[in-house]
């Protein structure tokens, strides 16, 4: 009677052993699946927000130095603006993205085509930026690229991220002498 009182007694303290072996591998998994599910949001927040700075690059870069009203060139330079994007279409601001001042970073002069040939960016050779678009007949115009840089801000969490993206721009020779350094 003695030796099965004894077994009885393993049995019931094997029972509990694996019960908090299961218990301590529940609660590990749980934490994992949490924290994995946290890194998720954050993906999720961080492709959104880039999508609001593209979304408010775009603005820009379709309003950058429109013609003025008879049709000629604008002087006036970019100025910052602030754009508050609704990403998910509820009538709230998601995201607020802060636009810098467009700044022009380089310009080139834009060549007429003829049958001339230029040698470009890793020793690519053919014919002039402008051949075959019709700015053989234009005075001096200005391939120009501009920076715009963003920070864009999460209105739920105050979370923020940089976005920057160039932007291509021709330029008559007036607009390439007030607005390129």
């Known amino acids: 009677m003695n030796r099965s009182a004894r077994q009885r007694g393993a049995a019931l303290i094997v029972g509990l052993i694996m019960l908090v072996l299961i218990t301590l591998t529940v609660a590990a998994a749980f934490t994992v699946s949490t924290s994995n599910l946290k890194s998720v949001g954050n993906m999720q927040t961080r492709n959104e927000a880039v999508a609001a700075a593209n979304r408010a690059i775009e603005e820009v870069a379709a309003s950058l130095l429109p013609p003025n009203a008879d049709g000629s060139p604008s002087m006036v330079a970019p100025a910052p603006t602030v754009s508050l994007v609704d990403i998910n279409n509820d009538g709230k601001t998601d995201y607020t993205v802060q636009i810098a001042a467009p700044a022009c970073v380089r310009a080139t002069k834009a060549s007429g ?18 051949s075959g678009s019709g700015l053989e007949a234009l005075p001096d115009q200005y391939n120009s690229v501009w920076d715009i840089s963003t920070t864009v801000t999460d209105a739920a969490s105050g ?3 940089a976005v920057r993206q160039g932007v291509r721009a021709l330029l008559s020779q007036a607009q390439f002498d007030a607005l390129c350094p």
């Open 113 to 130: 085509g003829g049958g001339s040939t230029t040698t470009g960016p890793g020793g690519v050779t053919g014919g002039g930026s402008s």
């Open 159 to 161: 979370a923020s991220i």
